[in-house]
């Protein structure tokens, strides 16, 4: 059973569409985490989100944590094909816990 | 900016050989974690530790063990490989549960 449900698993989009990625739990985390990885690299921290409500800009990409902490979503606008890669949520459920990562979501967009 | 440093990059042993992950970084940060990566099943915690001469299982640590003799440097080890091994395993590390910094990974083919 996954602590962390990512959703869709998988998103093929053509480029300058608008993308919107789910994180979603039943649990409580202090903090959660977006990652972006590329095929055959390791994950790349893109935000962290640690406050109920909090959201992010990063250019074009748009992080929100849900009120109660549960979930996360991650909206992309315009999206260019360098936003290709599997996007991975990961939550701490107190501080200086270590992090559990969801399945991931699988992103293509095509030129 | 050299990071976090995964050595080999990739390797194929035989089924009850030995070998040994070598993870290595310059941030000075006090945790670091090693994962596994199979396909449909995330990233999944095999051991961590929280600081220098310390080390701690996560979700999935039988058959691996790991030493952390310098703070700089985490070792994976398999005593004797399985083809249920074959992965890609990643290291990371922290300074705090705010985000991880991966290495580029290591794939272990066992046949």
């Known amino acids: 059973t996954q602590l962390l449900e990512q959703s869709p698993q998988f998103l093929s989009i053509q480029e300058g569409e608008n993308l919107t990625v789910y994180c979603n739990s039943s649990?409580?985390?202090?903090?959660l985490q977006w990652y972006r990885q590329e095929p055959g690299e390791g994950p790349v921290l893109l935000v962290t989100?640690?406050?109920?409500?909090e959201v992010k800009k990063l250019k074009r990409l748009t992080f929100q944590f849900g009120d109660a902490r549960k979930d996360s979503s991650l909206h992309i606008t315009a999206a260019q094909p360098g936003d290709t890669g599997l996007y991975l949520c990961?939550?701490?459920?107190?501080?200086?816990?270590?992090?559990?990562f969801g399945p991931g979501t699988s992103l293509s967009v095509i030129p | 900016n050299a990071g976090v440093t995964q050595t080999p990059k990739f390797r194929v042993l035989k089924t009850g050989q030995s070998m040994t992950l070598l993870c290595a970084q310059d941030?000075?940060?006090?945790?670091m974690y090693w994962y596994r990566q199979d396909p449909g099943m995330g990233l999944r915690l095999i051991h961590y530790?929280?600081?220098?001469?310390?080390?701690a299982k996560g979700e999935v640590p039988d058959g691996y063990n790991v030493s952390r003799l310098k703070k700089q440097n985490f070792l994976l080890g398999l005593e004797s490989a399985a083809p249920s091994q074959t992965s890609v395993y990643f290291c990371?590390?922290?300074?705090?549960?705010?985000?991880?910094?991966f290495g580029s990974g290591t794939r272990l083919t066992v046949v």
């Open positions: 990371a590390s922290s300074r705090t549960d705010y985000g991880y910094t």
């Open positions: 649990s409580v985390f202090s903090s």
């Open positions: 989100v640690v406050t109920g409500g």
């Open positions: 990961a939550g701490a459920k107190a501080s200086y816990d270590k992090v559990i």
């Open positions: 530790s929280v600081g220098e001469g310390t080390t």
């Open positions: 941030m000075n940060h006090e945790y």
